[in-house]
Structure formats: C-alpha cells, structure tokens
C-alpha cells in the first residue's frame, strides 16, 4: 500500500527509512516521498484515469482525494468507487493523490476539504462517475480487442464478459489499452436498489497498516539531513515579540539556529527535537502581550450576558411575531444556559515537515484540507503554486483544527526559508497546541417560551450572545453580517440544519460578539450548543406544562416527519415510556445537523456526585448509509467526544491567554466509563446525503442532561458539569 499516487505525470519516487538510523531504535520501513526533482517513478501498474490504477495482478488502487484521520471517509468513498468500478472488492488498496497534482490537472478530484462531515456528502456523485467511467473504459478496451460491440459486454467482480460468446478478460489484461481511450461522455449511475458495495459493513482499508505501525503520519515524517524545530508564541493572542537573547543558547549541543516567526514566535532549530524544545524552553523571551492581557473568562462572560438583551441581533430564523405573542402570552417559561470554548485536543499535536529552495517549496503534513495547506505553501514561500506541493499523511485527529488553520505549515515554510534546501521538521509541544488552539467558540444562550391558557406552545424567543466562527476564520462567508453557522440546526428549514419543531411565532437571533480567543470548528460544531440549549429547555417546558417530554415533543414534530421517526426510534429502543431499573432516569433529545436527523435516549443514574452512564440508544437517519458498520462506530465515537466535553472540556482565560495546558487541566473520558452505545442506522434516501462523522455528537450531551435532570430534580445549564462537582462514574 502507498500513502502517494503514483504516475508518470506525477514524476514521484519513494525511499525507506530506517527509524533506528534516525536515531529510533526500531526499523519501521515508512515509505516517504521525494519530490519531483527525484527520479521519476517507476509504474506500479497502468493508469486507467486519474482516479484508479489496475496493476497486473489485478490490484485496484483507488486514488482518495479526502483526509483520513480515523473517521472512516477513506474506506467510504473506495466502496463508492468499487461500487461503479464493478471490481473485486478483495484487491482494492488506495493512494492519497496530492493537492498539486489535483491543481496540474484541473481538479480532476475535486475538492479535497476534508470537516464538517463533506468527504462522502460532496463527493459521492463525483466518486462514482469516476467509477463508472473506469468500468466502460475497461469494458471498451476489451471490446475492441474482441472486435466485438461494448453494449455486448458486462463486468463484474474484476472480470469482462462477452455474453454472446462467453470470452473473459480480467481488469488487469486490458488496463493499459483502457488508459489510452477518452473517457465516456455520458454515464449512468447505478440504481440505490442494484448496489453491492454500498451499504455493507467493509472492514476499514486502513486498519491493517495502522494495527501494524505502518501506516505515516505528520509526526513520523524522517527526511535525509533533516533538522528538527520547536516554536513558542505569545501566549496571549495578538500579542507579539518583543525581544529575545539567541547568544544564551548559542552554545548549547546541536542548536542549529534562532529564528524569530512573523511577529508572534520564536523557533529554535536543532538537530533533535528535544535539544529544540529544551533549548527554546532556555531561551529568555519578552513578549508584548498588548491590551489582551486584560481578558479573563468572567470579562468575557459579563460580555456575553450583555448580548442576551440587546436591542440589536442577527436573525437566523423568524416566523410570526415571537414578541409579540410573548407578549400577550397566559405563561412564559425562560431559561438562560452557557457554553464553554472547547479544545480539538488532537492525539497527534500540531506539526509539518518544510523543504524550501529558491524554486520550490515541499510540505510533508497531517491537514483536513490539501489544498489549503498548499495555498498556505505558497503564500509562506513566496513561490507559486506550480512550485509548492504538499504530501498528505493520514491525521492523527482532525476534529476542525486542521481544517480551520494551516498556521503550523505557514510556521515550518517561514523556519525553513531561514534554512535553504535543509528539510525542517516542526513539532509543537503539547503545551503550545493546548494553548494556541482553535477553540469551538464561546456563546450563551436566553430562551423564553409563551404559552396559552390550553398549555399550547405559541412562541418561542432564541437569543445567542458570543462568537462567531467564520467571522475570523471565513469572513467572505458571512451573510450581510450574519454567520449561518451560528443558527446551525435551528434554522427554519431546507436539507442542512433544520429546527424539528414548529411554533407559529419564532424568533432565532445572535449578539455576535467576538473575544480574541481564535474560534474554530469542533467536531459537530455549533450544533453542540445548540443541542444541548433547545432540548435541555424543551424539558423544562414540559415540566412547567406538566407533559410528558416525549409526547411534549411529539406535539409540535407533525410537519417534522424526520425528525419526528428518529426521536420515535431512539425512544422506543430506549424503553421510553417502560419502568426503567431500579434507580436508573432516561433522558431524550432530537437534533438535525449536517444534513443528518439524529437522536439519543440515554439511561443514567447518580449517586451523589457521580453520574454513571448506562446506557445510550442513538438513531440516525443520514439518507444513505455506505458503511454502516462504520457509522456505528462514528455515533459510539462522537459520544465520547461529546460526552468529554460535557463533563470535563471547557477552557478558560486568565491574564488573556488559556489556561488548560496539558491533560492534567484538560481531562478525557476513560472507557471504564463509556455507557453501552445501542446505533439505529435508518436510511431514508430520497437524494439527501448526511454527514455521519459530525451530526450524533450533538445529542448524547442534552440526553445525559435530561436523564440527570429525572435523576436528581437539578437543572445544569453551564458547562463543563466538572464545575458543578460532577464527574462520570
């Protein structure tokens, strides 16, 4: 298995690298890659089009433009191929084409932007006409040499059938001759009813090699004559350097050399990266931390609480006049709730590998997004992009931090620029990822609900006061002002991120209000929050009304038909309405997200304050399920995401900067305490493709909530619950 495609056009070559030369004391054999002023490539095997190359002994590499960082895309969007390709899927391995070849060759892959559950959703049509096309090439090929119509022949499982008169060639026979044959203009995809591939349970194409050790990430990168660096940065945003004494580490063993990073940073280069990150830790800096310095959460927090009765918002969703019916409302509940900024916490900090000259820029790096990473390359080196490439590995965690910034590649071009033809290997320190993130914003939420005197929900009033995600990091995206994302799975309709509740007067607004702490995208992203605020005060209103919270929400679901039959199918497998164990309180919640409709039924119990998660029941319903063997593994895995954030995420501010450096401030969950995951994997179809990796997280957190809400009579609208004493048993 390569990790890079390779063609003629690519003008590649790979070499081995021992880790015991490197100074490890264990050969692993990474397969690396040289950049095109390297030999070129010898062929592993016929190119039948950009997207595939069928070797002669009939292996099928199948070219994957998306990241892989654990979530599953990759052995995805090979079914999707497969599928169309009609081969055996038993000799399907893959390669990671590269952003610069995707540019030379006109975007052949499409986009390779790999967040907010996009790798299978906005690539499946493109995927599987890239498949298909194969298929009548090689059929084609075939024919031709059969002298025989192509409509006369079929194919299947690796393997050319003339019908009429039974002659069989296999893929690998005729890819050469496939390769020299225009692509089909026409192509017709496959009914959902005729698949194969698609919605069977494959066993992920990655697996072996990471059960193994083989497979390279960022961090394994070894290069020849390769130096090593480590960064600080201003510990407060903004800030910058003021000086620094390089003559204090001059002297010390392997310290290449002291470079200063655009304003904020300063590297230390050495021929390990711990004589770096030691040497750097000894370097006396002065920074300028500015008027940030004066931020601390509770600042921020006063900030916010502003925002939730200001007279002007952004409105995201409206219907009827909510304030007006408030108004003259026989009831009001209302309830104000906080979410705190969250860290990605990737296992896998921070880093790249930069080899610049005068006429090329080379970047080795873990990135959800490639072709970001290479217009950072560029705009680093000063190099066009023809002269940059980037060389995906796979990820040791993405969760939106390395698709929201590519600023650890800008850091390693602008260190190996000092440094010329040397390959530079930047790693930050866990302590430097923890508090130079980028943070899932901070927001605070003010609900307020009007009833009538029949206990009928007529209004409902969604304040959000707090920052804005694409304002910083995707401001050409804002909509007169308005960041969409903010409203995400509250808006009031459409196939993205819909409210699965109708009220006849809504009103959905945000106080934007934008601290210097950088936001960014965080696995489920704003859905998070807004899960956890609507379905947290959905029970409150039941409770006021004296409602059963099921039927609560049923009330108000009949124009929601999906939304509506996941919260049916979590409550029912969840045993809602049944008596539940001694001592053990059920909770429910519904979202919409990402174009998935998802739901949760959780079953806890407390003993004084401990809070032991039995059981969750999650349903999902994202239109088509490629893998969904897969996706159960996305739902169990985003729990213990969301489930980390609920009980022990949250990141502080004091003195402008974050407080939480390592994992003995930032706390996970241990599987000892992971509740039993029970997925509902219900495909609808219909056209609509959901995500799966990003949309289930957003309802295990308000589930727990309103299963502990039962347990104990409390109601936790502030987050992390380590704050209030509690912990998961």
Same mark, same amino acid.
């Given at each position: ?55 002669? +002994? ?12 654990? /979530? ?15 081969? +055996? ?28 559950? /996009? ?240 006429? =090329? ?52 071009? &602008? ?51 707090? /920052? ?38 809504? &009103? ?22 807004? #899960? ?29 038909? =999906? ?25 429910? #919640? ?8 998802? #739901? ?33 593994? /996305? ?7 969301? &489930?980390?954030? &609920? ?6 501010? =004091? ?20 509740? =039993? ?29 309103? #299963? ?14 380590? +704050? ?6």
């Amino acid at each position: 298995m390569n990790h890079i495609a390779k063609n003629p056009e690519m003008n590649r070559r790979s070499f081995v690298v021992s880790a015991a030369a490197a100074g490890g004391g264990l050969a692993l054999g990474f397969e690396l890659p040289l950049g095109p002023s390297a030999a070129e490539a010898a062929e592993t095997g016929p190119e039948v089009s950009a997207w595939v190359v069928i070797r002669p +002994d009939e292996t099928v590499v199948i070219r994957i433009a998306r990241s892989e960082m654990g /979530q599953g895309t990759l052995t995805g969007l090979a079914q999707l191929f497969a599928e169309e390709l009609e081969c +055996d899927w038993s000799k399907v391995t893959y390669e990671f084409p590269t952003p610069g070849q995707n540019v030379a060759r006109k975007r052949v892959w499409g986009d390779f932007f790999t967040a907010g559950s /996009q790798g299978i959703r906005s690539s499946n049509e493109l995927v599987r006409k890239a498949g298909a096309a194969a298929r009548l090439m090689l059929i084609e090929a075939a024919a031709n040499e059969w002298k025989v119509p192509a409509a006369e022949c079929t194919a299947a499982a690796g393997t050319i059938t003339h019908t009429a008169s039974g002659r069989k060639v296999t893929f690998g026979k005729v890819a050469a001759a496939a390769g020299k044959l225009e692509p089909p203009a026409e192509i017709k995809l496959k009914d959902p009813k005729d698949w194969k591939v698609i919605g069977q349970g494959k066993k992920r194409l990655d697996t072996p090699v990471k059960v193994t050790g083989e497979a390279v990430y960022g961090i394994d990168i070894r290069l020849p004559d390769m130096v090593y660096a480590a960064i600080k940065a201003c510990p407060v945003v903004g800030g910058t350097v003021k000086s620094f004494e390089a003559a204090k580490i001059a002297g010390r063993n392997g310290v290449k050399k002291v470079v200063q990073v655009d304003k904020d940073a300063v590297a230390v280069v050495a021929d390990s990266w711990w004589r770096a990150k030691t040497a750097l830790d000894a370097l006396p800096i002065v920074w300028d931390e500015g008027e940030n310095a004066k931020v601390s959460s509770a600042s921020i927090a006063s900030w916010l609480k502003e925002g939730l009765d200001a007279d002007q918002a952004l409105v995201g969703n409206k219907t009827g006049d909510a304030k007006a019916a408030l108004a003259g409302a026989a009831k009001k509940v209302e309830a104000v709730y906080g979410y705190p900024y969250q860290h990605p916490v990737t296992l896998e900090p921070q880093n790249a590998t930069a080899r610049y000259t005068a006429d =090329k820029c080379e970047v080795w790096a873990s990135t959800q997004n490639g072709e970001a990473a290479l217009a950072t390359v560029s705009e680093a080196s000063g190099l066009p992009i023809p002269q940059c490439e980037v060389y995906k590995t796979f990820l040791g965690g993405g969760f939106g931090r390395r698709s929201t910034s590519h600023d650890y590649v800008r850091q390693a071009v &602008l260190i190996a620029k000092e440094m010329p033809g040397t390959p530079v290997k930047l790693l930050w320190s866990r302590e430097e990822d923890m508090t130079h993130g980028w943070y899932h914003p901070v927001t605070q939420c003010k609900m307020t609900a009007g009833f009538d005197a029949d206990k009928n929900l007529t209004a409902l009033h969604i304040r959000i006061s707090g /920052q804005s995600i694409l304002a910083t990091v995707m401001p050409a995206r804002l909509q007169e002002g308005r960041d969409p994302a903010t409203f995400s799975g509250l808006y009031p309709g459409g196939p993205e991120a819909a409210i699965g509740y109708g009220v006849p007067n809504i &009103l959905v607004d945000h106080s934007m209000r934008n601290p210097h702490i950088h936001p960014g995208f965080w696995r489920g992203v704003n859905i998070n929050q807004n #899960a956890i605020y609507l379905e947290s005060f959905m029970d409150e209103m039941a409770k006021e009304m004296g409602v059963d919270a099921l039927e609560f929400r049923r009330k108000l679901m009949a124009n929601h038909p =999906k939304h509506l039959a996941v919260l049916n199918a979590a409550a029912e497998k969840g045993g809602w309405g049944t008596p539940a164990p001694q001592g053990v309180f059920r909770g429910l #919640a519904q979202h919409m997200g990402f174009g998935s409709y998802v #739901a949760a039924c959780a079953e806890v119990s407390v003993t004084g304050n401990k809070v032991k998660i039995h059981r969750i029941v999650g349903a999902t319903d994202p239109g088509y399920a490629v893998n969904p063997a897969q996706i159960e593994r /996305q739902i169990a895995g985003s729990f213990v995401y969301g &489930l980390t954030g &609920l009980f022990y995420g949250g990141c502080t501010v =004091k003195d402008g900067r974050i407080e939480q450096e390592n994992f003995d401030t930032y706390d996970m969950m241990r599987i000892s305490q992971m509740p =039993k995951v029970e997925s509902i994997v219900m495909p609808s179809a219909g056209g609509i493709w959901g995500g799966v990796g990003e949309p289930t997280i957003c309802v295990a957190a308000p589930a727990v909530l309103n #299963a502990i809400t039962a347990a104990t009579g409390k109601r936790y609208r502030t987050f992390p619950l380590r +704050d209030h004493g509690l912990s998961i048993a």
